[in-house]
């Protein structure tokens, strides 16, 4: 074979996509508790009944709309099987994030081509009564799916579809609607009438412990790879950095097609533990660059100043110490420099990035309290990060080994 020749099912996948994000997985494993209580609140479906609505909650990658979509599917099929009428869409809010969207989405949907709607340029009024009309015409049972949410900045039409049948806008047809979030805040921020008519039935999805997450992998695993290319160890290992990283699917499928990728690169013949860390590296390397890149440029030049620190072999530096810098460092960059006090609540920003950690000191009875900053990241992938900012300010004697004019 030529170098460089692209041949399909190149070691080690057999099919790379498996472990991609949109790939919807044909069974579902480690969530037996929950699909048993979402499985019981869909029942009443296939009885010909309404089912309650449905709150779904629970932290980023635990398998929320992966649930959703398993179930639905299911819940279609009985329907088809069993002749009851059911319909079942899925929005997601991100990027949807008005009512009027929404409806708008809703309505062309149900509609067929030649009938669909505009998505601007209607009253409110309208979108709504050629939805009620839509929904209407179905005579049976529609369950709306809004994923994601807390993206959606006003809840007038959650409201409205979550009480249809009170409000007679419907007498053929019923509505149930599923709202899924990560945010868990977002429950206790609705107006309490949407609360209390959306959240009928509520079902928390817990994070993944690192058993679970073995029997996710192992599962795609054997999808995704040829046989018997995986080392023993390279399953449980991302199993257990998804569970120390809180508990995500997502995460750890991402880490083992990292470690694929890397032993592919490498042309070994085999995965191991050592892909693992290594593909644990660049994920963790291209998190901090997709940090950095969303920092407005103030906290770049902040976050600059403290590199400099680190680079030096400072660890910890104190704000007093910090502020001058930052301010040299605004001006240098032709900026006006922000106060301290603006510093001050940005790097807390930055810590629950991740970015660096703050600590609070207290100096006993006569120093009172300060705080210290220290980056949490390596400095080579910072500094590479913040290239153009460095352009602007200048290359500091700390860090002139790290970069080239
Ligand atoms: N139990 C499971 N079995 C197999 N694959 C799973 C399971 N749970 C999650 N996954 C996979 O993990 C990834 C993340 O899951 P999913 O998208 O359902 O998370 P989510 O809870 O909706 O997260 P978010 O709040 O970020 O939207 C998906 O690729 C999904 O296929
Ligand atoms: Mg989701």
Redesign the pocket.
């Known amino acids: 074979m030529s170098a460089f020749e692209f041949t399909p099912g190149d070691f080690p996948f057999e099919n790379r996509n498996a472990l991609l994000?949109d790939?919807?997985?044909d069974e579902?494993?480690?969530?037996d508790e929950e699909l048993q209580q979402y499985h019981a609140a869909l029942q009443p479906a296939i009885d010909g009944s309404q089912p309650d609505n449905i709150f779904l909650y629970?932290k980023?990658?635990?398998?929320?709309?992966?649930?959703t979509r398993f179930l639905l599917d299911r819940l279609t099929e009985g329907g088809q099987q069993h002749d009851v009428d059911i319909e079942t869409r899925i929005f997601n809010c991100d990027g949807l994030d008005t009512s009027y969207q929404i409806g708008v989405e809703i309505v062309n949907s149900l509609l067929d081509d030649g009938e669909k709607i505009s998505d601007t340029g209607h009253p409110r009024s309208k979108v709504y009564s050629k939805m009620w009309d839509a929904i209407e015409s179905l005579e049976g049972l529609l369950i709306l799916v809004f994923d994601?949410v807390d993206h959606l900045q006003d809840d007038s039409l959650l409201y409205q579809l979550s009480r249809a049948r009170e409000n007679d806008n419907l007498e053929k047809s019923r509505v149930s609607v599923i709202g899924i979030s990560?945010d868990l805040a977002y429950r206790d921020d609705l107006s309490p009438k949407v609360r209390s008519s959306l959240c009928e039935r509520s079902i928390n999805?817990s994070a993944y412990d690192a058993g679970e997450l073995k029997q996710?992998l192992q599962?795609?695993q054997s999808i995704a790879f040829q046989n018997d290319v995986l080392e023993s160890g390279v399953v449980p290992l991302c199993a257990a950095y998804g569970a120390r990283e809180s508990g995500d699917?997502?995460k750890a499928?991402d880490l083992l097609l990292k470690a694929g990728d890397v032993a592919q690169e490498d042309a070994t013949d085999v995965v191991a533990t050592d892909h693992v860390e290594r593909g644990r590296d660049l994920l963790e390397r291209e998190e901090v660059t997709r940090g950095i890149l969303g920092l407005n440029s103030h906290e770049k030049i902040l976050l600059y100043a403290i590199a400099t620190f680190d680079a030096a072999g400072q660890g910890e530096v104190r704000v007093r110490d910090l502020y001058p810098r930052y301010e040299r460092f605004s001006e240098l960059a032709d900026r006006d420099p922000l106060t301290s006090r603006w510093m001050h609540n940005h790097l807390d920003d930055l810590d629950m990035l991740g970015l660096v950690v703050v600590e609070k000191r207290n100096e006993g009875s006569s120093g009172g309290h300060y705080k210290t900053i220290a980056l949490n990241q390596d400095l080579e992938p910072v500094i590479n990060a913040l290239n153009e900012t460095i352009e602007e300010v200048g290359i500091h004697e700390t860090i002139r080994q790290w970069v080239s004019d």
Do not use: M
Request: proline content about 4%.
């Open positions: 994000d790939y919807t997985p579902l494993v480690g969530r629970g980023t990658g635990v398998g929320k709309t992966a649930a994601e990560n999805f996710v599962q795609r699917a997502r499928l």
